[in-house]
């Protein structure tokens, strides 16, 4: 599973890194989507400590903490390989943030927070979530700059507070 993972982390990070280099004229577009693949980096690097830690003491094959939801999964590959084939022109700036909106409404988010707290990396996991809500809160404001999409906004303000709270609550069991 934590495998899986870090290849499906690889793939946004990709998708968000060629984001970057599409909208490269512009110094701003071409930060926010560089961040976005930056910190993709750092979820991929939190998934292979774990792993690296997990592998050192002899615990790296036994079974996933978490279910594993094959359909969502595929899903998810297929989504992230569809758009990395597809030529640059065909990505605006708001067909792009729509397809940041989509990738993050994917259950992938969530895979890595539970992966995180089901093998006790707490620093780790509240770590990631911070950024991830740092991140959609960014997300949403490139939204309303570029976009003026109000239903696109919408979605992505749902995420931020969804993620937002998930935060709250594991800092306040801890």
Known sequence: M????IALEKRSMALYARFAKIFAADPRLHEFWFGMA??????VGALDLVLAVLEL?????????????D?????LRDLLEHY?????REFTIERSLAIAVEVEE??????????LRALQKRDE?????????????????MIERYCQDAALLQRCDELVNHHAETLRDSTAEG
């Open 106 to 115: 994917t259950e992938l988010e969530d895979m890595v927070g539970s992966l």
């Open 2 to 5: 934590l495998e899986t993972t």
């Open 125 to 141: 996991y509240e770590r990631c979530q911070r950024l991830l809500v740092h991140d959609l809160g960014e997300l949403s404001y």
């Open 57 to 69: 003491e002899s615990q790296a094959d036994r079974p996933s903490p978490i279910p594993c939801d």
């Open 71 to 75: 359909e969502s999964i595929a899903r």
């Open 84 to 88: 990395m084939t597809e030529p640059d």
């Open 38 to 43: 930056r910190d993709e980096a750092r979820h």
